[in-house]
């Protein structure tokens, strides 16, 4: 059978650089596993690297099995903003003109990334003229995010702009044989925003991602690169976030937390690391803050090393519609690693702290209420307990070879 996977804005296969894998790369490995041939159709527009992979229309053949296809696009430097908007409008039209064109190319089934919009329109809209079935993968809440970001006296207007992307998102979930995302709450967000309830319909595939393994030199090696940095693992108490510094994400939570230990926890530090177009930004905020060490992209293995021996990750999401419903995959990898998170996110992951006792939610006002996270650094039994219950939730819920069966065995079937 030949499964079409259609992903952007994730690493690949060619990609050069230490990345953790993603939904594309693991579902196509495991589909390669089970014998199925892969296409992938992708942007050549690398938007980690905010690089281009080619400068056209470009066919990768990396074994008999495994074929790359690139759609050339526009480009951006910003995640949020008009640019990226374009880029993903010159994306959708150059899908259309590759799919129309490449007659030979006929997947058995295909597998969709929603967002982004257009390109889901212009996919689905090919496979239901071709007869071939498809699962939508919908991993965040495209539209309705864009009129969040407008201040609350635009949004009315702003509906009036984008009122063409809640139409062709209407039509993307009522045509797409089943759909796939990441929670419950987006699951009825889905059914109420295109007004279809069959159950069967939808099912759940959080973002898990393959457990990484270090042997004993390679720990080290990850060890001694901290060294350099003035990190000492093994002993230095520290939070930590790994990620990218975008708009997604309430930095002044972290400067709020900062200034706090600063003063009764001298010694414990806060770690960023990431890359991004807030990076300067924050350099600037947090500059006079010493208690705070801010460093570029770090790869898998030294992100691997620093999770597993930190007292807890930050995630400091922006409390917004697509958030609360959401359960981000650095979240995932720090359960994965039997390490607690800090959030100030309703919804999701505030319940599911309440439940699992596996994380700290800590509300976002001027003044913090900072009495859980100093419990964690100081009290060790209250510290093991959430890790233990970090290790547990991860192990419950976000199994990641039950995960992508559950997607090939609805793959195979509809």
Request: positive net charge; hydrophobic residues 40%; aromatic residues 14%.
């Amino acid at each position: 059978m030949h499964i079409c996977i259609f992903q952007t804005g994730e690493p690949l296969h060619i990609d050069k650089g230490d990345y953790r894998p993603m939904r594309c790369i693991q579902l196509a490995d495991k589909l390669l596993d089970n014998n199925f041939k892969v296409s992938i159709i992708s942007s050549s527009f690398f938007h980690q690297r905010k690089t281009h992979r080619s400068k056209g229309f470009k066919k990768i053949t990396i074994d008999e099995k495994l074929s790359i296809y690139l759609i050339p696009s526009l480009g951006y430097k910003k995640h949020v903003g008009i640019v990226r908007l374009l880029d993903h409008i010159l994306l959708a039209f150059n899908l259309h003109i590759f799919l129309n064109n490449e007659k030979s190319f006929y997947p058995d089934k295909i597998f969709v990334g929603f967002p982004p919009i257009l390109t889901s329109f212009v996919i689905i809209r090919w496979a239901r003229k071709n007869k071939i079935p498809l699962i939508l993968d919908v991993k965040d809440k495209w539209p309705e995010i864009f009129i969040d970001a407008f201040p609350l006296f635009a949004r009315s207007f702003a509906k009036i702009i984008f009122k063409p992307y809640f139409i062709l998102t209407k039509f993307i979930f009522r045509k797409s044989d089943k759909i796939t995302t990441i929670s419950n709450g987006f699951i009825d967000w889905i059914k109420n925003f295109s007004s279809e309830f069959e159950s069967k319909k939808y099912f759940i595939s959080p973002l898990t991602r393959k457990s990484i393994n270090l042997n004993d030199s390679e720990i080290l090696k990850s060890i001694e690169f901290w060294k350099t940095h003035n990190i000492s693992i093994k002993d230095d108490k520290y939070f930590c976030f790994v990620g990218t510094y975008s708009r997604s994400f309430n930095f002044d939570l972290i400067l709020k937390i900062a200034i706090k230990l600063k003063y009764k926890f001298p010694k414990f530090k806060l770690i960023l690391c990431g890359s991004g177009d807030q990076f300067e930004s924050l350099c600037i905020k947090f500059r006079k803050i010493s208690n705070v060490k801010l460093m570029g992209e770090i790869n898998k293995k030294n992100a691997k090393v620093l999770i597993s021996n930190a007292t807890a990750t930050l995630a400091p999401y922006i409390n917004n519609l697509n958030f609360r419903d959401h359960i981000p995959n650095k979240i995932i990898e720090s359960l994965e690693n039997g390490i607690p998170f800090i959030t100030s996110i309703e919804g999701t992951l505030r319940e599911m702290i309440e439940t699992k006792n596996n994380g700290i939610y800590i509300k976002d006002k001027k003044e913090i209420d900072m009495t859980e996270i100093e419990k964690l650094i100081n009290d060790e039994e209250y510290n093991r307990k959430l890790k233990i219950n970090a290790l547990r939730s991860f192990k419950e819920n976000f199994n990641f070879d039950k995960t992508y069966e559950r997607i090939i065995n609805n793959l195979t079937n509809i």
